[in-house]
Each structure stands twice: as C-alpha cells, then as structure tokens.
T-cell receptor, first 110, second 116 residues
C-alpha cells in the first residue's frame, strides 16, 4: 500500500464547476498536509497548507483534513480554465520529509 | 525575495560527464531539499538538508552527491549518470524543519536533465 493515494484522473469539468480533489493516506502520524498546483514543465506551487485537522479557506480554494478517516480534500469553486493543471497532495510527519500523491490532472473547459 | 532559483534550466550530459545543479534561496529558510520528478509522476524525495547538515538521504545512488555550502545554497553534483536518471530535478526550501508555520515548501522551476 502506498503511503499517499491519489486518483491521477484525468478530470475534466466545465468552467464554473466545483472541483473536488482528494487523497487518502496510511500513516496516521502525518501532521502536515499540503496541496500543490503544478503547471506543465514548472515546479509545484503551494496552494494550501494545513497543520493537523480542520478546514482552511483561501479565496476559491478550501482544504479539508479528516485525520480520523485519513482523508484530505481540496475544493475549487467557480473553476476557471487557468486552474487547468496537475494538483498534488502532499503530507509529512514533521515538515521536513514531504511525500506526494500521484497528482490529479485537471482540465477546466471554457 | 520569495523565490527558489535553480540553474541551469536545461542540461544535457553524457554518461561520463561530471556536472552540477545549483539552487539558491534568500528567504532565510533553513531546510533545503532535492526532489526528482519523472514525467507524469509525483516528485520523489532525494535529500534533505537541515541547518546545512544532511538529515535525510533516501538511499540515492552515490552518483548523486549533494552539497550545502551555506544556508542559501544547495548543489547536486552528478557523475557517471545513466539514461534512466533523466528527469526534472527540483529544489525546494522551507522554514526550519519541525517548526509549525503556515508555510509549505517553496519549489524552484527545476532543472530538466537529459542523460545521453
């Protein structure tokens, strides 16, 4: 079993849709949870960062962490074509050994 | 300055060559990382430097040799690589490890390495 599981997609949605991305993990000791966006041929860009459980909102993005279920989610509201990218979940024990999920390739169609 | 700068952006090297990848940040971050990313795959952790000391080596072959000359610089020395080592090599930095902050890692744009 992989430490971090993420459906690679691809996922295609119309502009304006709500996008739901999620990851599951096996190591209950993970404490730091992140979502990154990666455009083609670029490095990952941090979108959301959460320590331990709970929700966090930033503009059109909402991150949720459910440690009891070992499940994290990223919601994108009012999706735009510019949101088309690969979204990577990542998590770590003590913020210095981050492990990535496989990444979900998202396309938002105009 | 909120960036991680990696040079070169592209590198083609032969299997007998020696080359180095460079990474620089001026955000005062005390942890720096090397990741390797193959096409359509997630980044894989290679090395972690914490306060300029190597703290994690993910069983990377010795043909990859990291170096952290100071708190702002991170190098990856390459020697006798194989074609399967061709990948995007990403450098990242973060606040001191284990420190709880509302930050994640800041990544550079990477060096796209091709071994011929």
């Amino acid at each position: 079993q992989k430490e971090v599981e993420q459906d690679p997609g691809p996922l295609s949605v119309p502009e304006g849709a709500i996008v739901s991305l999620n990851c599951t993990y096996s190591n209950s000791a993970f404490q730091y949870f992140m979502w990154y966006r990666q455009y083609s041929r670029k490095g990952p860009e941090l979108l959301m960062y959460t320590y331990s459980s709970g929700n966090k909102e930033d503009g059109r993005f909402t991150a949720q962490v459910d440690k009891s279920s070992k499940y994290i989610s990223l919601f994108i509201r009012d999706s735009q074509p510019s949101d088309s990218a690969t979204y990577l979940c990542a998590m770590s024990l003590n913020n210095n050994d981050m492990r990535f999920g496989a990444g979900t390739r998202l396309t938002v169609k105009p | 300055d909120t960036e991680v700068t990696q040079t070169p952006k592209h590198l083609v090297m032969g299997m007998t060559n020696k080359k180095s990848l460079k990474c620089e940040q001026h955000m005062g971050h005390r942890a720096m990382y090397w990741y390797k990313q193959k096409a359509k795959k997630p980044p894989e952790l290679m090395f972690v430097y914490s306060y300029e000391k190597l703290s994690i080596n993910e069983s990377v072959p010795s043909r990859f040799s990291p170096e952290c000359p100071n708190s702002s610089l991170l190098n990856l020395h390459l020697h006798a690589l194989q074609p399967e080592d061709s990948a995007l090599y990403l450098c990242a930095s973060s606040q001191a490890p284990g420190l709880r902050r509302d930050y994640g890692y800041t990544f550079g744009s990477g060096t796209r390495l091709t071994v011929v």
